[in-house]
């Protein structure tokens, strides 16, 4: 099992241009969440979608920010008219237990606003 | 609002020492608590942990203390390595189905 797949693992933007980042979530989870990671809020949910429905996406920023899996082999963060302020680690996770809600995480996406 | 807190941001203790955690949540309804290990460039890796029904769990040289009264919770490592050395988070979810929220992470260093 390859865990889950982060691509790409980092990425530079210029202000004002579109971000999209990639999971694959381990095969055979029904979860998958996207967390962001700084070193002052640590880490922050941003959204969760369970058997490819969008479930709870209250952590996501208004306007700029989605997330889409159309499939249950994979799922998109995409930011549009990226700002310096969105420069973090992209965490996804994926969960096959319910009941504990076990998260697996990857190894994250770096993404960079200049 | 940061809604499970860990009161410190980093933490440095000699090899063989016991490193004590610690972490607090806000909201009664959390009953499942884990925690995470994260080394550098990689991804934070469940360690252990607790459901509230539980004041104690223990695997190996990690131990969570649990207070439900005080809503409070630590980690112990016992015998603490310099492979320990690494990013701690807290956790903390409600019910099934729900997410979970991490607190900022405690730093490790453990000094050889």
């Known amino acids: 099992n390859a865990g889950v797949i982060q691509t790409p693992r980092h990425k530079v933007t210029g202000k004002g241009q579109e971000a999209t980042l990639w999971c694959e979530p381990i095969s055979g989870h029904s979860a998958v969440f996207w967390y962001r990671q700084t070193i002052v809020q640590g880490l922050e949910f941003l959204t969760y979608?369970?058997?490819?429905?969008?479930?709870?996406d209250s952590g996501m920023p208004k306007e700029r920010f989605s997330a889409q899996m159309p499939n249950q082999s994979h799922s998109t963060l995409k930011i549009q008219s990226t700002q310096p302020q969105d420069s973090a680690v992209y965490l996804c996770a994926s969960s096959s237990d319910r009941n504990t809600g076990q998260l697996y995480f990857g190894e994250g996406s770096k993404l960079t606003v200049l | 609002q940061q809604q499970v807190r860990q009161s410190s941001q980093s933490l440095t203790v000699w090899e063989g020492e016991t490193a004590i955690l610690n972490c607090s949540y806000e909201n009664s309804a959390f009953d499942y608590f884990p925690w995470y290990q994260q080394f550098p460039g990689e991804g934070p890796a469940l360690l252990i942990a607790?459901?509230?029904?539980?004041d104690k769990k223990e695997d190996g040289r990690f131990t969570i203390f649990f207070n439900k009264r005080e809503k409070n919770l630590s980690l112990h490592i016992k015998d603490s390595q310099p492979g320990d050395s690494a990013t701690y988070f807290c956790?903390?979810?409600?019910?099934?189905?729900?997410?979970?929220?991490f607190g900022t992470g405690t730093k490790l260093q453990v000094v050889p």
């Open positions: 607790i459901r509230s029904v539980s």
């Open positions: 956790a903390a979810r409600g019910n099934s189905g729900t997410y979970q929220r």
């Open positions: 979608f369970r058997n490819q429905a969008p479930i709870d």
